[in-house]
């Protein structure tokens, strides 16, 4: 996946502060990597962002899911590095917990195995 962003440093040192490491950049462009999973970060500048940052009709539309074995731990590190993150909580299909990105994508963290609890 990659994300639209308004400024590159700005979103990096957002996702370097979730636990991702930076494994390459160019001016417009950076690659993080977390785990097994990467994400992109392309620069578009604020005037595509316009002034309110990302449209909120986009903003809507796509959230970061990520997976960790212990929420909690996990809530209290985000805490102690600063990363304003809601607190977990339980919902009939997982247990989780939000953060937003600088440019207001939903970065969201669930325990276990997403959706277990999801019925068709």
Request: glycine letters at 12%; a negative charge.
């Amino acid at each position: 996946m990659s994300l639209p962003v308004a400024d590159l440093d700005r979103s990096i040192a957002f996702y370097e502060s979730l636990g991702f490491v930076t494994e390459g950049r160019s001016d417009r462009f950076a690659l993080l990597r977390q785990g097994g999973g990467t994400i992109g970060l392309l620069r578009v500048g604020t005037a595509a962002a316009g002034e309110e940052g990302m449209p909120r009709r986009l903003r809507a539309l796509v959230q970061v899911e990520l997976t960790t074995d212990d929420l909690d731990q996990l809530y209290q590190d985000l805490l102690a590095r600063g990363v304003p993150v809601s607190p977990p909580r339980d919902l009939p299909w997982e247990r989780q917990m939000q953060v937003r990105d600088p440019d207001g994508f939903t970065v969201e963290f669930a325990e276990g195995r997403r959706g277990a609890g999801i019925r068709e």
